[in-house]
């Protein structure tokens, strides 16, 4: 198997349906043998999670115990909780409630107290809870907030434009993080089907890029793969993209300054999922202090362009590129676009 197979070898390209990986950079895959995972599954999912999702969840889990015990304390019957009359409320679960949630978060019962060893014991089982709780759930917060990752925003579709007299695949990717990023390399490869009929099979092809690493990352960039007679895309159609049902994969690491670590990003672009007959529209906006500004909200605006502009080959595909062109695309840009 060549080398562009990403590592992953002939059993797998010839196994695999649909893309590989998910609009989110996930991998389309899934492992047996290696038991449930389930706690592992459950702390990498709280770290991914957006912080409203997260507080969510928290808040939620703690009303929900904290509710099965008020049920378990209102099951003992009148008796088990005493002073609740104090707390100035007529529903008797919302007493208990209130009290569950008193002991569950370790400020006490106020003037409510429990009557009975059965309903002591649901108090010490529920404060050891809480307090357990309290922990898993600072250890979840620190871990949040300590975790490097890069904050980095995909155009939701990729772009067959033109480029150059020519055309190139462009998509655009922006980091929305406060802190720095900074040299950045991407990598893009190409997974379609190849042969006729029964003959197709899966192959991979590494895209050469206009550049494809920058020094700065401080706004957005718009990653080109010039499509020329070298290119595996050369002469292709929307058509044809279909019917090799092709899958471009992205590969973005990077330095994250605050935290001075290496990050990685990813995505995928099907082929339903690229544009043709359009370009990416312009990005910056004028600011009256002269800074350089860009709006994130227009990382995923077009222009639409007259039929047929890139949607069938340019004569630039089928002729071999001129010293002036080499020269243009080995040149190294810092890039803010």
Do not use: C
């Not at 990598?187 to 899966?202: D, F, H, P």
């Not at 605050?258 to 990050?263: G, I, K, M």
């Not at 990416?280 to 009256?288: I, L, N, R």
């Amino acid at each position: 198997m060549a080398e562009t197979d990403l590592g992953l070898g002939r059993v797998v390209l010839e196994r695999v349906r649909g893309r590989f990986l998910n609009k989110d950079g996930t991998p389309n895959s899934r492992k047996y043998g290696a038991g449930s995972l389930a706690w592992q599954r459950v702390y990498l999912r709280s770290l991914a999670i957006t912080w409203p999702a997260f507080i969510a969840w928290i808040f939620g889990l703690a009303l929900l115990i904290a509710g099965a015990f008020a049920i378990g304390y209102r099951s003992l019957g009148p008796g088990a909780l005493d002073g609740t009359a104090h707390l100035g409320v007529n529903d008797p679960f919302f007493a208990a409630l209130v009290y569950s949630v008193g002991i569950l978060s370790g400020i006490g019962g106020g003037p409510v107290v429990a009557v009975g060893s059965t309903a002591e014991w649901l108090s010490i089982i529920e404060a050891i809870g809480g307090l357990v709780g309290l922990i898993v759930a600072a250890g979840l917060t620190l871990a949040r907030l300590s975790r490097p990752r890069a904050r980095l925003r995909f155009s939701q579709r990729a772009v067959i434009a033109p480029y150059r007299g020519g055309r190139g695949l462009m998509f655009r990717v922006a980091n929305t993080d406060a802190g720095e990023v900074s040299d950045a390399e991407v990598r893009v490869s190409l997974s379609w089907y190849e042969g006729t009929g029964s003959a197709k099979t899966r192959k991979f092809h590494p895209l050469a890029l206009e550049r494809n690493r920058i020094d700065l990352f401080s706004l957005h960039w718009t990653v080109v793969h010039p499509i020329d007679p070298h290119s595996p895309l050369a002469g292709v159609t929307p058509e044809l993209l279909r019917e090799g049902r092709a899958e471009f994969l992205v590969l973005i690491n990077l330095h994250e300054e605050t935290f001075s670590t290496r990050v990685t990003g990813r995505t995928s672009y099907l082929f339903d999922e690229v544009s043709w007959d359009a370009k990416f529209a312009d990005m910056f906006v004028d600011s009256p202090d002269g800074i350089l500004t860009i709006d994130l909200h227009r990382l995923d605006r077009m222009d639409r362009l007259a039929e047929g502009s890139t949607s069938r080959p340019a004569e630039l595909e089928s002729a071999p590129r001129g010293p002036a062109l080499v020269q243009a695309e080995s040149q190294v840009q810092t890039g803010y676009g």
